[in-house]
């Protein structure tokens, strides 16, 4: 029997995972998410599918991230008929974060449509619907924890609680062969332990491949407890309150928004912040909070901690936007939560616009950002940024706080990957470069010999067999080897015009001015210094 496993996403980067596991009786994707950060990397949303949708015989998803369950409406859009196996709380997040997913892309699709009818540029069309979001639900096939699946001929697969967010698994696929069964197991995104929110990530032991997430896969983090991440929490929000200003959280709207929310609430009714109207505006975090309401029991603290989330005075709803537009109107002390998380998407924009020139506003990262997002680049410290195509100082406070990550640190990856003792090899995805060589140099440390830790570039394929992984190559380059990791021309693009526009402004008088645009156009009307590749059919633009 042959055993092939190709990166189809979340290769060199942190999101798109997506990878095809081939045998002689079928073909199976683990996870199908969509491209977030800059926006060529995005750009692979729109093309073709380097695979064929239709002979895929099912999906075995690990969780309910748009970076991992994303695309699944376009799948089935490509011809997939098979079922996607997941847990119940994935299949019923999937349902609100697809929809969102989709409404988004409607929203800016017809935004982008009414400035190409301006332009004279043809109109462009949404990767999916909502509609074609809700039919997609009806291919979920519900798996529970520790129960084995027959999810093809010859192949079974079990899920094992991944400690991410709610409904997060690590799948272990067992493939019949001739000489035993193949076992690998996808870790899918591990949630760092110790938390009341989440239980432990757990897995099966001795597997042949291990195929690991990586995204702080070079860092430490402090190990905190409950009580001491809520302290950590309690000083920024008694620093904002000094400022004299609001304070903005961009967060994921589904883990993320529940836990910051049950802390805030839990600060401020213990009178270790000061009280504040805190404003939840994100229709999908307000869906995913009632799930979390319904569903958020730990089995391992044996309590609900998100129970108590609808029964604030001081929480406010946004359902609509006409709500989320009247905070415009607000002066002094509050807090908003707004997504998306890494600032590129959804209300948060909005709210950033109108913030981040006001110095005593602080905007409070909470999580990853991932590289050419903006937020990304208010964390390494820009003084002026681009939104929607407006020009803004950054006068803010803005403060990060990774405490609140759902991802294991370095150190943890390493003992859950030792103890799931792989024998045969390691694939490491889903991390950016500096994460996948440090957590590399960090398992190879910890006893993993080097030479059977690899990291996949993007549509790379392996053929697996029991003395190791052999490279197979890849199809047509969909992407630089380096473009998904690093800033792109756009963010380049956006740096430029801020630069040029703080010369002009600068400039002592009206001739200066002219001169500077004179050289710049002279710079402009020479040869291009190379041909460019035509742009894809669609780029949703976000600025």
């Known amino acids: ?105 409607e929203s800016e699709v017809r935004h982008l449509n009414h400035r190409n009818q301006r ?37 079974t697969a079990i899920y094992w609680e991944a400690g991410h967010i709610l409904g997060s698994a690590s799948i272990e696929v067992q493939v019949e062969s001739e000489g035993g069964v193949e076992t690998l197991l996808f870790s899918g995104d591990l949630g760092p332990g110790g938390r009341e929110y989440a239980p432990d990530p757990q897995g099966p032991e001795g597997v042949d491949y291990l195929i690991l997430e990586s995204t702080y896969g070079d860092r430490e983090r402090i190990d905190l407890g409950s009580e001491a991440r809520r302290t950590l929490l309690a000083k ?48 999908l975090a307000i869906e995913a909070t009632e799930i979390f309401r319904r569903r958020g029991w730990n089995r391992a603290t044996g309590s609900n901690p998100f129970e108590h989330l609808s029964n604030s005075g001081r929480l406010k709803f946004l359902r609509e936007a006409g709500e989320s537009d009247r905070l415009e109107t607000l002066s002094g002390w509050h807090v908003i939560l707004a997504a998306s998380g890494m600032c590129d998407a959804g209300r948060v924009r909005k709210h950033l616009k109108r913030l981040l020139w006001r110095r005593q506003a602080t905007v409070l990262l909470s999580g990853y950002q991932a590289v050419g997002t903006l937020g990304r680049i208010l964390q390494e410290g820009a003084e002026r940024v681009s939104i929607q195509g407006e020009d803004i100082q950054v006068h803010a406070r803005i403060r990060s706080l990774e405490v609140y990550s759902g991802h294991a640190d370095a150190p943890r990856l390493v003992a859950w990957a030792k ?33 059977r830790i690899q990291i996949p570039t993007m549509d790379e394929g392996f053929v697996l067999s029991r003395a190791g992984a052999t490279p197979r190559g890849r199809g047509a380059r969909r992407i630089a080897p ?16 801020m630069e040029l526009n703080q010369r002009l402004e600068a400039a002592p008088d009206d001739k200066a001015r002219e001169q500077l645009i004179t050289q710049l156009a002279a710079a402009l ?14 780029t949703v633009e976000n600025g």
């Open 236 to 283: 920024e929000l008694n620093e904002a309150h000094a400022a004299g200003g609001p304070l903005l959280i961009p967060a994921f709207a589904v883990e993320r928004s529940q836990e910051l929310l049950a802390d805030l609430l839990t600060l401020m009714e213990e009178q270790r912040a000061p009280p504040a109207d805190i404003f939840l505006d994100s229709p």
């Open 482 to 497: 380096d473009a998904a990791a690093r800033a792109d021309w756009h963010n380049a693009r956006a740096q430029l015009l």
């Open 1 to 105: 029997m042959t055993l092939k496993l190709t990166f189809h996403g979340a290769a060199g980067c942190v999101t798109g995972f997506c990878a095809l596991l081939e045998t002689d009786r079928a073909r199976l994707l683990i996870d199908c998410g969509m491209f977030q950060g800059s926006k060529t990397l995005k750009a692979l949303n729109y093309g073709d599918f380097p695979f064929g949708a239709g002979s895929i015989d099912a999906v075995l998803l690990t969780h309910a991230h748009i970076d991992h369950s994303g695309l699944l409406p376009k799948l089935m859009k490509a011809g997939f008929q098979g079922p996607i196996h997941a847990t119940t709380a994935t299949r019923e997040l999937c349902e609100i974060m697809l929809a969102d997913s989709a409404s988004i892309q």
């Open 119 to 155: 332009r004279g540029r043809a109109e462009v069309k949404p990767i999916y619907t909502v509609r074609d979001a809700a039919r997609c639900l009806d291919q979920f096939s519900k798996v529970k924890l520790g129960e084995p699946v027959a999810v093809a001929p010859g192949v």
């Open 419 to 451: 103890q799931r003792a792989p024998r045969t090899g390691v694939f490491l995805a889903h991390g950016e470069p500096a994460s996948l060589e440090g957590l590399k140099s960090r398992l190879a440390t910890a006893g993993l010999p080097v030479d």
């Open 525 to 538: 009307s020479g040869p291009p210094a190379a041909a460019a590749k035509p742009a894809p059919a669609l």
